[in-house]
């Protein structure tokens, strides 16, 4: 099986939709999906993950199923250099602050840290990753502790239109390592695709390995620069955003 990671195009938050950028990222998608021969559509409720499934599904007449455990993990914690201001999420957090404690590295011992636990973030993830576990074991594969049953081995296409923070979630249940890995090192811009595949080495067993993230090719076919959301300033002091 299969799994198609998208995350929505450029967003406007405050009418929570997609810029005008981000709509030519949408349509840009199309051609890039039309070839997938996706089996399902999952979608956030999500208006700028609505708005950039729409392009796709309009051009294949299809309809994506919606999933409210795949709106974005935008759970507010207290950032430790912010004195008391709660607008922030997990991986919008400086390096030099959230290394100083290896527990955060760890696949168990990340919920642990005192600003996580203040927040419950690890219960709240175990309800999203429980959610994604029925649904894969919907479509043929059921987790057992940290492999999966190939109950029902397929070649499906499943494709979620989705969030940074949120797809990061499911790579970091599906790869058994701490959130805070992939929030803090790894990026999907804006109407990017992480494809993800099974790998059943035994008869019966199978693991989820990530064959690209991130993955905007669809923009350089197009000659289109890419947004820059879901990224820091490359130089500090350049212009782009640094908090």
């Given at each position: 099986?299969?799994?198609l990671i998208i995350r929505h195009g450029d967003p406007d938050y405050e009418h929570n939709d997609l810029t ?26 999500l208006g700028r993950a609505k708005a950039t499934a729409r392009p796709t599904l309009e051009a294949l007449g ?71 576990d029925k649904l894969l074991e919907a479509h043929g594969y059921r987790r057992n502790e940290l492999l999966y ?95």
């Open positions: 099986m299969r799994l005008p950028a981000g709509k030519v990222e949408a349509e840009l998608l199309v051609p890039r999906l039309q070839r997938e021969e996706i089996t399902e559509f999952y979608s956030s409720p299809r309809t994506a199923t919606e999933q409210d455990w795949l709106r974005e993990f935008s759970i507010r914690i207290l950032r430790p250099d912010k004195n008391g201001d709660y607008s922030f999420v997990p991986w919008d957090w400086l390096p030099a602050d959230w290394l100083q404690d290896p527990r955060l590295l760890d696949r168990e011992r990340w919920r642990e840290n005192e600003i996580m636990a203040a927040e419950d973030v690890g219960r709240k993830y175990d309800r999203v990753t429980a959610e994604f049953d190939a109950v029902q081995p397929n070649a499906d296409t499943l494709a979620f239109f989705c969030h940074f923070g949120l797809g990061c979630v499911l790579l970091s249940h599906l790869m058994n390592c701490s959130p805070m890995v992939l929030w803090q090192g790894m990026c999907m811009p804006p109407s990017s695709v992480t494809t993800v595949y099974t790998e059943e080495r035994r008869p019966g067993t199978a693991v989820f390995r990530t064959l690209s993230m991130g993955d905007i090719s669809h923009l350089y076919a197009a000659q289109v620069q890419p947004t820059f959301a879901a990224r820091f300033c490359e130089v500090y002091g350049d212009g782009s955003r640094i908090d």
